[in-house]
């Protein structure tokens, strides 16, 4: 089995909000069973910091959850 590859995906247009950020990466996989596809990568990031959002390091950790979709017409 062979591990399939995507191109370099597009720069992620983000979505901002107090203690978080939506991530969406997107970009076409390039081998394998699905090559041709478009994949989307969808992240929350969330942070429980939000006293660092005001300093001048900022916030250095987030977490969250994603999804990841392949899209192909057959």
Known sequence: MTTPRAT???P????????GAVVVY???LSSGKFNGATIVIT???LTT???NCLTAQGVTFTS????ITF???L
Request: aromatic share 4%; no cysteine; proline share 15%.
């Open 8 to 10: 370099r995906p597009s």
């Open 12 to 19: 992620p247009p983000s979505t901002y909000a107090p203690g």
């Open 26 to 28: 997107t970009g076409t």
């Open 43 to 45: 992240v929350a990031l």
């Open 49 to 51: 910091d939000l006293d």
């Open 64 to 67: 969250g959850a994603g999804t």
């Open 71 to 73: 899209a192909k017409v």
